[in-house]
């Protein structure tokens, strides 16, 4: 792990399903299935998929805001030492998440409706026993101003801002224990595009400025190929494909990554695409096929697909895929404009 912060080896979060009046288990919804991957000190891992694929329980799972089922989360802390976050007790788990933050989704039901700002913002440093009275205000004004929030507004409420400006207050927030790794649960998804540039732009900055590593979390290719420097494609709880963005977007290797790139828009009428309808519907995680799980809306399924599931194994240098075929298929890339 020399230029690793963050190394996930086989995690696993499985859900279990219980019925009858004595909640027997009866089954299991697999929402992280067998998924290894790293993040670089200083690159934002992009990772994509459809609705339901598990991209934010994997999320929750890397900070154990959800307990994994199994594997591991190597995390490399402020000390340099490497430690298995999935083994960490509680005073060594409340320690590590200093180093480890999370930006959700939702700016409208991440805040807390009744806490100022300074509140919001100040119980990290609050709880980490980092700052208190007079240093306290001083440092959260100190993160407003770093995110473009106006620290004159400490004393007001979330119901007060706009979408854009709640996203920054949920930025600060997770700036205020000076992080070396963070999570940006779509962290984009819910404010207008004008907004998501700027937010997406801070984001940019905010990495040069403190040297943070990303795992950034989206369903937009678009924002995905801007910021991220290598990109993960998620399919029913398993990565599918891992790669540079440049070579993901270009040259996909799994079908699936192909059917994702050709849904991605391109902003020039002039350009003809075609667009690549999959067949039948995402597989069920609680109930998943045998073999590939994409095979029965894969075009390029053969016998084998069926029967037999694919490893992820690396078909050129940084590209890992899983496809029985993958060096064998000439997928089409994103369009280059």
């Known amino acids: 792990m020399e230029n690793k912060i963050l190394e996930v080896e086989s995690l696993k979060k499985y859900f279990p399903i219980k019925k009858g009046f004595f909640r027997r288990h009866v089954g ?3 929402a992280v299935d067998d998924i290894s991957f790293y993040v670089n000190q200083g690159e934002t891992f992009g990772l994509v998929g459809e609705s339901g694929c598990g991209k934010s329980t994997l999320g929750k799972g890397l900070l154990r805001a959800i307990e994994p089922s199994s594997g591991e989360v190597k995390f490399k802390n402020r000390h340099g030492q490497i430690v298995d976050v999935t083994t960490l007790d509680y005073k060594e788990l409340r320690d590590i998440r200093r180093d480890m933050q999370m930006i959700f989704q939702d700016p409208y039901s991440s805040l807390n ?3 100022t700002v300074l509140n919001i913002i100040g119980e ?3 709880c980490n026993g980092m700052a208190k009275g007079e240093g306290l205000k001083t440092r959260v004004k100190e993160l407003m101003e770093i995110v473009g929030l106006n620290s004159r507004h400490l004393e007001r409420y979330p119901h007060a801002f706009s979408g854009g400006q709640r996203q920054r207050i949920g930025i600060a927030r997770a700036l205020a224990t000076n992080p070396k790794f963070i999570v940006c649960d779509e962290a984009v ?5 004008s ?5 997406i732009n801070l984001l940019e900055d905010l990495q040069k400025e403190f040297q943070l590593s990303y795992l950034f979390i989206s369903h937009d290719l678009g924002v995905i190929e801007h910021i991220s420097d290598r990109v993960g494609v998620m399919y ?3 990565m599918v494909e891992m790669a540079k963005t440049e070579t993901l977007f270009s040259t996909p290797k799994h079908p699936y990554t192909e059917a994702l790139l050709s849904a991605k828009p391109v902003p020039n009428p002039r350009i003809k695409k075609e667009r690549i309808i999959l067949k039948g519907e995402v597989a069920n995680p609680a109930n998943p096929p045998t073999g590939c799980y994409f095979h029965p809306r894969c075009p390029y399924v053969k016998e084998i697909c069926q029967v037999e599931s694919p490893v992820l194994q690396e ?3 940084g590209h890992h895929v899983a496809c029985h075929f993958a060096k064998d298929l000439d997928l089409k890339g994103s369009v280059a404009i």
């Open 189 to 193: 998804s819910a404010l207008d595009v």
């Open 236 to 238: 029913v709880g398993k």
């Open 28 to 30: 299991e919804v697999k």
């Open 124 to 126: 990290p440093l609050i």
């Open 113 to 115: 409706p009744r806490m």
């Open 315 to 317: 078909v050129s240098e």
């Open 195 to 199: 907004i998501q540039a700027q937010i």
